[in-house]
């Protein structure tokens, strides 16, 4: 059972949106930074979000994040094939002192 | 290019112990925070362990804790993760990931980047 709470899947049609949630707790999400990341089958996981709500270099703006309270949400537009991958949330919970996934969230696009 | 790359990894038998290596370049490596990542087969991410790059401060998850033990060699640029006591239940693939925000003593921004991946196997 993670920290962080992610549907375990999503789907939609090439070209549509979808949004992940991720939902934790003032010790986690509600006081610390959320970042986002997708991992493709058999490759380690890539960062597409960081600090709630930027990308980093060379992520396309067709991925954007969010943060609200205790929860955080990753939206991906004009879906693609290629997004077929797992994504997954994380962040840094202050009462355990340690950082805390989500379960991750597996994307296809149909 | 700024790079992590594991090793150490192998088969190991229930009880046994494996040390884990994480050698960094194209970085200032004593201004990060390394931590272990590791994934078992079919499942998600789970955090393992950390350390600042001050070679002070550690933190570890309640899972390892007591029996993983990690630290640091600033002048050799690579973190280790000394594994005792393995269990089936260790048995994953270990990442090493940098945070990307330097000086971090406490909490974590984001990881950036991530190692290949080293896979763990503790079998009798």
């Known amino acids: 059972q993670s920290v962080l709470t992610q549907p375990p899947s999503v789907s939609a049609a090439p070209g549509q949106k979808v949004t992940i949630s991720c939902s934790g707790s003032s010790s986690n999400i509600g006081g610390n930074y959320v970042s986002w990341y997708q991992q493709l089958p058999g490759t380690a996981p890539k960062p597409l979000i960081y600090d709630n709500d930027k990308r980093p270099s060379g992520i396309p703006d067709r991925f954007s994040g969010s943060k609200s309270g205790t929860s955080g949400t990753l939206a991906i537009t004009g879906l693609q094939t290629g997004d077929e991958a797992d994504y997954y949330c994380?962040?840094?919970?202050?009462?355990?002192?340690?950082?805390?996934f989500g379960g991750g969230t597996k994307l296809t696009v149909l | 290019q700024v790079q992590l790359v594991e090793s150490g990894g192998g088969v190991v038998q229930p009880g046994r112990s494996l040390r884990l290596s994480c050698a960094a370049s194209?970085?200032?490596?004593?201004?990060?925070?390394i931590h272990w990542v590791r994934q078992a087969p079919g499942k998600g991410l789970e955090w393992v362990a950390d350390m600042r790059h001050d070679e002070t401060n550690k933190y570890y998850a309640d899972s390892v804790k007591g029996r993983f033990t990690i630290s640091r060699d600033n002048s050799q640029n690579t973190v280790y993760l000394q594994m005792n006591s393995l269990t089936v239940e260790d048995t994953a693939v270990y990442y090493c990931?940098?945070?990307?925000?330097?000086?971090?003593?406490?909490?974590?921004?984001?990881?950036?980047?991530w190692g290949q991946g080293i896979l763990v196997t503790v079998s009798s």
């Open positions: 990931a940098r945070d990307a925000s330097p000086y971090m003593i406490r909490g974590v921004r984001w990881f950036d980047p």
């Open positions: 994380a962040t840094w919970d202050s009462s355990l002192s340690g950082v805390v």
């Open positions: 194209g970085f200032i490596f004593s201004n990060y925070a």
